[in-house]
């Protein structure tokens, strides 16, 4: 097996740092203290055609695989970066382009590939079904050649800054079905029109970091029928696809976080001097960055076997959840590492440390608490009874 990168990964990574380049520590600094979204960033990455990646080639995209997409995304992270911002895009690619009909790739593909069009936002959750995804309430009747829509989301990021948003909702009642993971459908909303009609009011959820994510409040939303993504009642499956790739992205970004904190901190701790001598002499120092680096180098295994397995078509569930607890868990291991070796001044804005930490420490979390992966993990690869 060969382990190493293509001479296209390799070019792709350093273009993607090269551009990264131009958006210097100080530029997401003054973001993350304005609260402000990246625009120059995320159309900048849109015109040298990073964000479509994932689209074929026939439709205008760079027709490139999962396991490219993740090395862009995780290059983000590295150079400083928050791929956050834009990585939606990418993972949204697993429904529609699995699922989305001729028409739809005809209609949305070559406007997102241009930057006419944005995905950026991914309708699910809901306050109070939270990761319990089968229990969402969000409800669409269909009405003609229409489906009305009305329930609330929470925790959708970037709604503010998305035309289109993929949305799951409930068309056969819970207490209805069998099989629980049955009756839910997925549309593709045009958001910016919900918005100015009223039918989608968004409102902004304030965080520890600049996340964008919001409520969204939807009431009476009609969408028409051909805008139904997929199989009506198979919406639940349809997501999983990317429900997965989203979890190899996620551990990009972790493993490129991950990389940031030990290449900043062993700089640091080589150069900082104190007792006569510099702070990464001390075994206390160097051993847990040396620690974090064996760690990111060990989830960037399982993350690459998780992208192989998920651009050959073939099922990746594990992987792609043991990618994301693993990459995330090592990044997190990183920043704390990273942030003993800074001392105080990695509670001063001006080394970015205590910015980066924030941002790590929501993928522990968030796009799926690692407790659940774990709970994944134990009862469909091990066999072992439900834990919940």
């Known amino acids: 097996m060969d382990f190493g990168r293509t001479q296209e990964q390799e070019s792709i990574r350093s273009a993607v740092r090269s551009l990264c380049a131009q958006f210097p520590d100080e530029y997401w600094r003054e973001l993350d203290r304005a609260s402000e979204y990246p625009e120059k960033f995320v159309r900048a990455l849109t015109d040298a055609g ?19 997409a993740a090395l862009i995304i995780e ?10 911002v834009a990585h939606a895009q990418m993972y949204t690619m697993g429904t529609l382009l699995r699922h989305g009909s001729v028409e739809q790739k005809r209609r949305y593909l070559p406007k ?6 944005r995905l950026q936002a991914f309708g699910v959750t809901e306050p109070e079904a939270g990761s319990e995804t089968t229990r969402i309430k969000t409800t669409a009747v269909r009405r003609g050649d229409r489906w009305v829509i009305s329930g609330k989301k929470i925790f959708i990021s970037r709604a503010k800054y998305s035309d289109l948003l993929l949305l799951l909702a409930r068309t056969t009642p819970y207490d209805e079905l069998t099989d629980k993971t049955q009756g839910l459908s997925v549309f593709i909303v045009d958001l910016r029109d919900a918005i100015q009609r009223q039918r989608i009011v968004v409102r902004p959820i304030e965080t520890m970091f600049n996340h964008h994510t919001t409520e969204l409040f939807i009431d009476e939303l009609e969408v028409p029928a051909e805008d139904l993504v997929g199989t009506e ?48 002499a001390n075994q206390g120092v160097q051993f847990p960055l040396a620690q974090s680096h064996a760690r990111l180098e060990a ?56 910015r980066k930490f924030r941002e790590t420490r ?10 659940l992966v774990l709970a994944y993990l134990g009862q469909n690869v091990l066999g072992m009874p439900r834990s919940y």
Not at 255 to 271: N, P, Q
Not at 328 to 344: E, I, K, P, T, V
């Open 50 to 68: 990073w964000l479509a990646a994932l689209i074929p080639s026939e439709f205008g995209g760079a027709g490139l695989g999962l396991a490219e």
């Open 362 to 371: 929501l993928l522990l979390t968030a796009p799926v608490s690692n407790n």
């Open 299 to 354: 989830a960037s295994l399982m993350r690459d076997k998780a992208a192989w397995l998920f651009d050959g078509g073939r099922k990746c569930g594990a992987e792609a959840n043991m990618a994301k607890l693993l990459a995330s868990q090592a990044a997190w291991d990183a920043a704390n590492a990273a942030m003993d070796a800074y001392g105080g001044y990695g509670f001063a804005r001006e080394f970015d440390v205590e």
């Open 75 to 84: 290059e983000i992270n590295a150079s400083g970066g928050n791929a956050a």
């Open 233 to 280: 009642g198979q919406g639940f499956r349809h997501i999983i696809d990317s429900w997965n790739a989203e979890r190899i992205l996620i551990a990009s970004e972790s493993l490129g976080d991950g990389r940031w904190f030990v290449d900043h901190a062993a700089k640091y701790a080589s150069e900082r001097v104190v007792f006569g001598r510099p702070i990464g």
């Open 112 to 117: 997102l590939a241009k930057g006419e069009l």
